[in-house]
């Protein structure tokens, strides 16, 4: 069974850092590109960034370029998103996900975990 | 990096049809069969429903189906039920890239 469970999140000033993790299992972890999706308060969802498979290429999404590094360890099945220069506006629960085998969809999702910026 | 364009909410009764609307531009929608669609039940997690525009991951019932024309995706829902009752997303990839639409909340009378 394909499990991804996040730790990390909670309560930040601005300018402040956070780090997420996010475990796999139940599946072959290198294999795959993962990502993080953020929803805002009572908002829709939001693409913040992805990783290729190996971790050799990124993609960002502007807002958070040059604050915000993913990264990927596939000897420890982990997932990672670095966090810095928090602003209000990035307060939301953050997802982890893993792309399906078609490549182009997100066919599992972590159970979020809720990151609060404020002073 | 604007979102996709969804209605606010659609509503029908149970056994009824609905169908969701998700307009973006060339850049996006137009230019990939990159389209899925998400059902989110209210603090929950995302599940996937329709991937590929218009193709169904095991386990997700047939009364969801998918298509597409030109720059509009669109999802529907035959024989709703009242576990139907959910906020749907779609998402596009545009190239390197991913756009989720607005949200639609889809209510059950």
């Known amino acids: 069974e394909v499990q991804l469970v996040q730790s990390g999140g909670g309560l930040v000033q601005p300018g402040g850092s956070l780090r997420l993790s996010c475990a796999a299992s139940g599946f072959t972890f290198s294999n795959y590109w993962m990502t993080w999706v953020r929803q805002a308060p009572e908002k829709g969802l939001e693409w913040v960034v992805n990783?290729?498979?190996?971790?050799?290429?990124?993609y960002y999404m502007d807002s958070v370029k040059g604050r915000f590094i993913i990264s990927r360890d596939n000897s420890q099945n982990s997932l990672f998103l670095q966090m810095n220069s928090l602003r209000a506006e990035d307060t939301a629960v953050y997802y982890c996900a893993r792309f399906g085998d078609s490549g182009f969809d997100l066919a599992y999702w972590g159970q979020g975990t809720l990151v609060t910026v404020s002073s | 990096q604007s979102a996709l364009t969804q209605p606010r909410s659609v509503s029908g009764s149970p056994g009824q049809s609905v169908t969701i609307s998700c307009t973006g531009t060339?850049?996006?929608?137009?230019?990939?069969?990159?389209v899925s669609w998400y059902q989110q039940h209210p603090g929950k997690a995302p599940k996937l429903m329709i991937y590929d525009v218009s193709k169904r991951p095991s386990g997700v019932p047939d009364r969801f189906s998918g298509s597409k024309s030109g720059t509009t995706a669109s999802l529907t829902i035959s024989g709703l039920q009242a576990e139907d009752e959910a906020d749907f997303y779609c998402?596009?990839?545009?190239?390197?890239?991913?756009?989720f639409g607005t949200g639609t909340k889809v209510t059950v009378l």
């Open positions: 060339s850049s996006d929608v137009g230019a990939y069969n990159y």
């Open positions: 990783i290729k498979h190996d971790g050799s290429e990124q």
């Open positions: 998402c596009s990839f545009a190239g390197a890239h991913y756009l």
